[in-house]
């Protein structure tokens, strides 16, 4: 063991290598001798130790023909399995990549076993460049037809068909202050030509942006995802959705027994996942009789005659929304919501600002959580909407604001009273396990309060 370890250190010092545990998922994928379409439902897991500005960030997997990788969300950063050792599996740095911030929560995937990169979200705007990455080099950006901002909530990506789908998100851009329209934008990227298509907007009935899982299964040619408390199978080539019925396959996505499901990935009608936090790795088998088929359609499909109309009236709107927001800028400043979306920025800039003392609006957030939390409850998300003044924002606008205000309150906390722990923490409800309620423990809050007090 010891001389295990003197290698892994003599390794490590030549070229940036990370050493973590071999788990059943690495194991599995790093032994596997086929590609995976998509991996998805990784977010929150830090498979390699990397933080930038001691903040966590999110990592991405991919497996193709030539090998196992992660990409760290934002970065450009690309690290490949390059070799296993007992119980330990090596990830290195295979890119040359210096920029960082432009690309968060981007379209992730491998196509002809090349990685591509599409669109993300970064110096205040949303982008929809595709672009690619080669081992020792730098991400390259490919033409394409048309940019359409793309930030990944919802997709199905097909690539035996050469086509990936994805639905727009109706954000407001702090670049331009123009709005994404609304119901989304439904489009279709053809990887070979590298052109994207309008195909129309999604259905009022439906919020697919909103949900919290989603798994891409390439052999029914469609996305699974939990929509409220259903599993719908969504294929947007053919602009149908599915409900699906099998009771018992429901049970198992549904969490019943309290573990957390991620790493979704679909081989050969087979969807495997993991069960965290042990790891353990689980299948299950998958096919079209597990569904039915919904009396609905899953956009409204634009006329192809109606396009260069369209593309006429949304210019003439842009350079309309355009002139009215700059004169009535101050205006709209005065009478937004109390908290403004610059107080929110990215977790990644927002560090870089030196100011750590608490804001009024936190110490008052963190004394009603305190209050809660002493009668024996939790601080629901309902109340903490209101504590941060976000009642009229979006849902996903709402969950950002909600995860960065935490993390830089609990930031500040361990910095400013030297402590190793969060402050307020998030326990799941009971009710619904894909959402989280807060509360603070009577040592923390005595620490804040005894601390406050003194000052």
């Avoid at 193709?64 to 290195?92: P, R």
């Avoid at 979200?121 to 793309?150: C, D, H, M, P």
């Avoid at 088929?293 to 949304?314: A, G, H, R, T």
């Amino acid at each position: 063991m010891l001389l295990l370890a003197l290698l892994i250190v003599s390794i490590s010092a030549t070229a940036q290598i990370f050493w973590v545990p071999k788990t059943p998922l690495f194991e599995f994928l790093y032994q596997l001798k086929k590609p995976v379409s998509e991996i998805s439902n990784t977010d929150d897991q830090q498979f390699l130790p990397i933080q930038f500005y001691k903040i966590g960030t999110k990592q991405k997997i991919i497996k193709n023909n030539n090998g196992l990788f992660i990409l760290i969300d934002g970065s450009g950063q690309v690290y490949k399995a390059t070799s296993v050792i007992e119980n330990k599996i090596a990830f290195t740095r295979v890119d040359s990549t210096i920029f960082l911030g432009n690309s968060f929560n981007s379209f992730s995937f491998s196509y002809k076993d090349t990685i591509f990169n599409l669109g993300g979200y970064g110096f205040w705007r949303a982008n929809g460049l595709l672009s690619y990455f080669k081992e020792g080099n730098e991400w390259t950006v490919v033409r394409i037809n048309k940019e359409y901002q793309a930030v990944d909530v919802i997709h199905n990506y097909l690539p035996d068909n050469s086509k990936l789908f994805y639905a727009q998100i109706p954000i407001k851009e702090e670049f331009t202050y123009n709005k994404l329209p609304e119901p989304p934008l439904v489009l279709q990227l053809d990887l070979n030509k590298k052109e994207n298509t309008l195909l129309g907007q999604l259905s009022k009935e439906f919020d697919f942006p909103n949900t919290v899982f989603k798994v891409n299964i390439n052999s029914l040619q469609g996305v699974l995802v939990a929509y409220r408390r259903d599993f719908l199978l969504l294929n947007f080539e053919k602009n149908v959705l599915y409900k699906m019925t099998n009771t018992k396959l429901i049970d198992q996505l549904s969490n019943n027994n309290h573990n957390l499901i991620k790493n979704t990935f679909e081989i050969g009608n087979k969807l495997y996942y993991t069960l965290e936090p042990d790891h353990t790795l689980h299948s299950v088998e998958i096919s079209m009789n597990d569904f039915k088929l919904e009396p609905y359609q899953l956009y409204i499909p634009i006329k192809s005659q109606q396009n260069n109309l369209l593309i006429s009236v949304s210019i003439s709107l842009v350079v309309v929304l355009m002139l009215l927001c700059f004169i009535g800028f101050k205006k709209w400043r005065k009478n937004k919501a109390s908290i403004s979306p610059e107080s929110f920025v990215n977790p990644v800039l927002n560090s870089l600002d030196n100011t750590l003392a608490f804001s009024s609006l936190e110490h008052e957030l963190i004394l009603q959580i305190i209050l809660k939390s002493k009668s024996g409850n939790l601080f629901t998300v309902d109340e903490m909407n209101t504590g941060l003044g976000l009642g009229r924002k979006s849902i996903e606008i709402q969950k950002k604001i909600r995860t960065e205000s935490i993390n830089r309150i609990n930031h500040k906390f361990k910095i400013n009273f030297s402590q190793d722990v969060d402050l307020i923490d998030r326990v799941r409800s009971e009710e619904d396990r894909r959402y989280f309620q807060y509360t603070i423990s009577e040592i923390n809050a005595s620490i804040f309060k005894s601390e406050i007090d003194k000052q």
